[in-house]
């Protein structure tokens, strides 16, 4: 069991550097290392006496995207409890459910979301961070004595489309050390400036800016993303930044807008969430001209897992490269075996950080595992230089007339097309061909003919490849973290297919 927790090893921070700048909320406040330890403490104040539920003592956070929305984790640390970050942009009804599955005995909140957290938080107490006064001086904190190394530091609520929302345990220890590596395998250091675009009620965003605080770099929160500001962060002193693509491609927008400026600043910009049409790398690693541009792949329950810098000489579609240190990860064929090189299967991974099963759940712990590997869900490929290429969704996959069609190579293809935006590519039921491909675009301009779409999918794709419904919408349904909601457009296609 590892000594510090994670907010101890940003308490190290603010005894080494009190007067460095640790936090910023683009518009709002800025937090040395000193304020940010204080401010911790004060969110720690009312949380000591949280009774325990069925699963222990937890915390729900329901927090508007700024510093409190981060350094909350690390007060429930401080205070001995466990944080459920609550996703802002869900319905109250599943607001509710997720306090009631986690048991959560309180629920921290703030602005505008205050009102929403009273309405779901039923006979728990509700507590506004802006009631809670940050200490003018705090005594030095007495590091490695925590001993919650092995307890769960959060529980991140998966999005429930397939099912009712599953609530993965992280660990203190599995937590640290993944912040750990990434702090590793992605160059972050102390003089590093990290913009935050997404929320923080993901791991992923929460991760990387913890992650940034233990190492004393400088994190600087969004509010919301808005690719204007976000231009504007490049071009200063952003050196680095997670996006997903559908940020990429609002940010390239703006970019070519406003005549393509220098992005100075930008050194390192991930991309995950799922991978990026290759024209839009491609266009994105000629906007960030001095910044490395990589793509990170990996789930709630395996975390990041595999990680390649883009070079233009070696450019592959749907490539999410090779497994990152700590990280042993297999394709599964259909009979559970590991697929050879070419071959199609579920990715899994080993490694050493992963979640340590769903609150509550022990059958669909089980199933999430597989000869010790967390399974993911998507559909892998190894190429013979041992990259990986993720195709599709297990569950996306389309078969039509017996034959199986990813639907990440049809959307390639439709990207390929110069007025297309964006484009997702979903199976509805057919009575002939059992499914038949359907696609939903975005389109530049107005005026371009859907057949006309469907004839260049002709000239690139076998015939049963091509989509036999293609509607035009001005945007794409998307979840909080800018994945596309394919269950959405399933229900929007079937009303009007």
């Not at 002193?237 to 005549?259: K, S």
Request: proline share 7%; charged share 20%; hydrophobic share 45%.
């Amino acid at each position: 069991m590892m000594r510090l927790t994670i907010a101890e090893a940003v308490a190290v921070r603010a005894l080494s550097h009190p007067d460095r700048v640790a936090l910023r909320e683009l518009g709002g406040r800025s937090l040395t290392y000193s304020e940010a330890w204080r401010r911790i403490l004060a969110l720690a104040a009312p949380l000591g006496d949280v009774p325990a539920g069925p699963h222990g003592r937890m915390v729900g956070l329901l927090l508007p995207n700024g510093a409190d929305a981060a350094l909350a984790y690390l007060a429930c640390q401080v205070a001995g409890v466990t944080a459920v970050p609550l996703n802002s942009r869900l319905a109250e009804p599943e607001l509710a459910f997720i306090l009631d599955d986690s048991g959560a005995g309180l629920v921290l909140t703030d602005g505008p979301l205050a009102a929403v957290a009273g309405r779901v938080a039923g006979a728990r107490r509700v507590i506004a961070t802006s009631d809670l006064p940050t200490p003018e001086t705090a005594e030095r904190p007495l590091l490695g004595e925590g001993g919650r190394g092995e307890a769960p530091a959060a529980i991140a609520y998966t999005s429930g489309t397939t099912g009712l929302p599953k609530g993965a345990i992280w660990s203190n220890d599995h937590f640290l050390v993944q912040i750990m590596r990434w702090g590793w395998e992605f160059g972050l250091t102390a003089d590093t400036v990290m913009l935050v675009p997404g929320p923080l009620f993901h791991l992923s965003y929460c991760g990387l800016t913890l992650g940034a605080l233990c190492m004393g770099a400088r994190a600087d929160i969004m509010p919301a993303f808005d690719p204007a500001a976000a231009l504007e962060a490049f071009c200063s002193d952003a050196a680095f930044a997670f996006l997903v693509p559908a940020m990429t491609g609002a940010i390239l927008e703006e970019w070519a807008a406003r005549g393509e400026p220098d992005l100075a600043a930008a050194r390192f910009i991930i991309s995950s969430g799922a991978p990026g049409p290759l024209a839009m790398t491609q266009r994105a690693m000629r906007m960030f001209r001095h910044a490395r541009v990589a793509e990170a792949y990996g789930w709630t329950e395996g975390g990041w897992c595999t990680f390649e810098v883009k070079d233009p000489a070696t450019l592959l579609a749907h490539s999410v490269g090779w497994p990152t240190f700590g990280n042993e990860v297999q394709v599964f064929d259909a009979d559970g075996e590991p697929a050879p090189p070419g071959e199609p299967g579920e990715v899994g991974v080993k490694s050493l950080t992963h979640f340590g099963g769903y609150l509550g759940r022990p059958e669909a712990t089980e199933a999430a595992w597989h000869r010790g590997y967390a399974m993911s869900g998507d559909i892998g490929i190894w190429q013979p230089d041992g990259r990986l290429c993720i195709v599709d969704r297990k569950k996306d996959m389309i078969i039509t007339g017996g034959e199986n069609v990813y639907t990440a190579e049809v959307e390639r293809i439709l990207h390929d097309h110069p007025q297309v935006l964006e484009a997702a590519v979903v199976g509805l039921p057919d009575e002939r061909w059992g499914e038949r491909v359907c696609a939903m675009v975005v389109i530049r301009d107005a005026g371009l003919d859907p057949a006309e779409l469907a004839a260049f999918c002709r000239r690139n794709l076998a015939a049963y490849k091509v989509p036999k419904q293609i509607e035009i919408r001005p945007e794409l349904p998307r979840n909080s973290m800018g994945k596309v909601q394919k269950f959405r457009i399933v229900e929007a296609l079937s009303e009007t297919g």
